[in-house]
């Protein structure tokens, strides 16, 4: 707040009794009307002298809602989960609100001796400056001269600047006319009887605009200056409170350096007219070159700094989420229009070490320029917390050579799916569906399968995989799989017969339907037609024919990590509006969706393929056998080759943490990535993992129960 004798000397009118002072306005208001008119435009006499006091002086209660609660457009921060790295920032226009302690003393004082001498003198609208104007004006023969005061400025602001009023409404709010005028006057009245002095002022200092970009003056202390409003220079304040009466010419920056340095020099003038500074501080400050430190604030996804331009994609897929949240608007355009006017915190669930741990594995596999990919994503079992998305790509909007549509540069949503994207085969990682469908039905871990080689079953099919139109699946590699299997060693081993056969026994329905259940979104036109008209025959599904992607994957992963509750994956931690209230949109979206036993049941299986053992010791083999070795905790997960190892996957898990990694090219399904690359994912895995989760306790799964493991029962939950 000013205070001291800095604001006595500011508040020499302010020593008049409100009512004397209000009487005293009233009377003197009438008698200027006319001269209004002619300081802004010529008004007829007849419609002078038929306004009274009443059409000029109104209540409070009559204000526009925005001149109440005015709805200025702040920026929205996106923060890390540290709540202090800064991601990127989303604006229509740049600004934060600041509260006037702040703001430096000087600031304030600069603004109003720039504006507005007699700002704490009058009551809203300033007697003697429309005498002066209409003398002026009178003199000159037409309106050269205006007589706002900052409260009227305030008042055109805001109307201008309202996303409430029609483009129609807010040009009104700005054009040259006595009724403007007249109606600013009266609104400024009415501001007048209900708020102080220095909530006019930090109203008037959050809304201004003051050239190139910046609204208000703490993004324009940080854009010409990169400091906060609070730290300003005497030169500093001076500058900035020149700019707001052309704020476009005299930029500094973008417009005409000289005209602001001659603003600068006016404003400590008036300073010193003001008693505010002595003269030599004033010379002193007019002597100073114009020394900036300009920051250019990012905006959007595409300005996360480059050093960090791995981001982009977890931006991008935050604003996705963003617009799918019904409590930011109705529809998904105003939900953006909240996010870049609302003046959010958003506080995300990105770690930076851990993304950039996985954005170093990632690129192990293949580097920026390959035409195939690594997307990975890593997610918190429980609370469906995205921790890292990485991808070998550039996140850019840049031109590519000829053909090559991704690479290296695209901001598709690679990691995550949407737009552009469908997803990737994820062979046989699918099976955790088919075999919690098996569990839920009550079927056991301990069901036993005699599994051939090929397996001709009853769902009709065409083309190279059909036996007299059934569908045929074989096994891979038949000496390792062919014979009598559990779910156990036939998860572990990887049997696609086995998968086939028990998906026939559950229905391949059930099988989709779980999938989807626990988040896998069908988003290829053609799954998602056979997912809802023939789910029934769909039995190539337990083989993950179907296009997904490794968020979907890691988040259907997770759901068995944490015993079967599913928690939407999130891109945030924290979000909270303008005055700081926290937003309900930032709590995970979490719900028991696997009773718990089935959950346990499908994670001791789950261990067989990465090495480990399951509580009853029935894991007798595993395609990633050496991931648990090397990453020293218990650990579950699969592995998945889809047709002629076009695509490969890898999912890993512990009770904190899924990671899924997958290998594709976006650009060319027919190109196969073979199977070599899967042990490169396997890697990919096992380090994120394991640095990961380095410093935190070892944690161990809890087993199923007997009955699940070892006896036939009959329906379970679900079902």
Request: charged share 20%; aromatic share 6%; with cysteine.
């Amino acid at each position: 707040m000013l205070n001291g004798s800095e604001r006595d000397r500011l508040l020499r009118g302010k020593l008049m009794t409100r009512t004397r002072l209000d009487k005293v306005f009233t009377v003197s208001i009438a008698g200027v009307l006319a001269g209004l008119a002619l300081a802004v435009a010529a008004l007829p006499a007849a419609l002078v002298f038929g306004l009274g006091v009443r059409a000029v002086i109104g209540p409070y209660a009559d204000l526009p809602n925005s001149l109440r609660t005015p709805p200025t457009a702040q920026r929205s921060n996106l923060y890390a989960n540290d709540g202090v790295t800064l991601i990127t920032s989303f604006y229509t226009e740049n600004r934060v609100d600041v509260r006037l302690p702040e703001v430096a003393p000087i600031l304030a004082q600069a603004v109003v001796a720039a504006e507005d001498l007699r700002f704490y003198q009058h009551r809203g609208v300033d007697v003697r400056a429309v005498v002066r104007a209409f003398t002026a004006n009178q003199r000159d023969g037409e309106p050269r001269q205006g007589a706002s005061t900052l409260t009227m400025q305030y008042v055109r602001n805001v109307l201008a600047s309202d996303p409430r009023l029609t483009e129609e409404q807010r040009a009104a709010a700005t054009e040259i006319s006595t009724g403007r005028k007249v109606q600013e006057m009266r609104y400024a009245l009415a501001l007048e009887r209900e708020l102080s002095k220095d909530e006019i002022l930090t109203r008037y200092l959050n809304i201004a605009y003051f050239g190139s970009g910046a609204y208000g003056v703490a993004a324009a202390s940080r854009r010409y200056f990169s400091k906060s409003p609070r730290q300003l220079t005497l030169a500093e304040a001076a500058l900035l409170a020149g700019l707001l009466r052309s704020p476009d010419t005299d930029d500094p920056i973008g417009g005409d350096a000289d005209a602001a340095l001659e603003r600068r020099s006016y404003v400590l003038g008036q300073l010193v007219a003001a008693g505010q500074v002595s003269a030599a501080d004033a010379d002193r400050a007019r002597s100073e070159p114009l020394l900036l430190r300009p920051t250019e604030t990012p905006n959007d996804c595409t300005a996360v700094p480059e050093e960090r331009n791995d981001w982009g994609y977890f931006c991008d897929w935050f604003t996705r989420w963003w617009s799918d949240q019904p409590a930011f608007g109705a529809t998904a355009d105003e939900r953006q229009r909240a996010l870049r006017r609302g003046g959010f915190r958003i506080v995300s669930s990105l770690d930076p070490t851990v993304q950039a741990n996985t954005q170093a594995e990632v690129l192990r596999v293949y580097g920026v320029d390959d035409p195939r990919t690594a997307p990975t994503a890593v997610v918190e079992p429980g609370t469906g917390r995205v921790l890292a998305m990485a991808v070998n790509r550039r996140y850019s909007v840049a031109e590519n050579p000829p053909g090559q549509q991704n690479r290296p540069n695209t901001v598709n949503q690679l990691v995550a799916g949407g737009g552009d994207i469908d997803g990737y085969q994820a062979g046989s990682t699918f099976k955790l569906f088919t075999m919690l469908a098996a569990l839920e039905s009550g079927l056991p871990l301990r069901t036993s399968f005699d599994a051939p080689s090929q397996l001709v079953t009853r769902w009709t099919i065409t083309g190279p995989n059909s036996c007299g139109g059934r569908w045929c699946p074989v096994n891979a590699n038949p000496a390792e799989q062919n014979g009598y299997r559990t779910m156990w060693d036939a998860f572990g081993r990887s049997v696609n017969t086995y998968f086939a056969w028990l998906a026939e026994q559950v229905g391949a329905d059930r099988v989709v339907e779980m999938a989807e259940r626990l988040g896998i979104v069908l988003r290829a036109d053609g799954d998602a037609r056979l997912a809802r008209y023939g789910a029934k025959d769909w039995g190539p599904f337990t083989l993950g024919v179907a296009a997904t992607t490794p968020l979907d994957l890691a988040g259907a992963y997770a759901t068995v990590a944490a015993e079967g509750r599913y928690c939407k994956p999130t891109p945030v931690l924290a979000i909270n509006d303008s005055v700081g209230r926290p937003v309900d949109a930032a709590r995970p979206d979490c719900r028991q969706v696997l009773d718990t036993d089935v959950a346990r049941a499908a994670v001791d299986a789950a261990r067989c393929p990465v090495g480990d053992q399951s509580m009853y010791g029935a894991c007798t083999g595993g395609t990633a056998a050496l991931l648990r070795a090397r990453l020293g905790r218990p650990v579950a997960g699969k592995t998945g080759s889809s047709e002629g190892y076009g695509t490969e996957t890898v999912v890993a898990f512990t009770p904190q943490l899924a990671v899924a990694s997958m290998a594709a090219n976006p650009d060319d399904p027919r190109d196969k990535v073979g199977q070599a690359v899967q042990a490169q994912l396997v890697d990919v895995v096992t380090q994120v993992l394991g640095t990961t989760l380095r410093d935190q306790p070892v944690q161990d799964f809890v087993p199923p129960s007997e009955t699940i493991a070892n006896q036939v029962t009959g329906p379970r939950a679900g079902n």
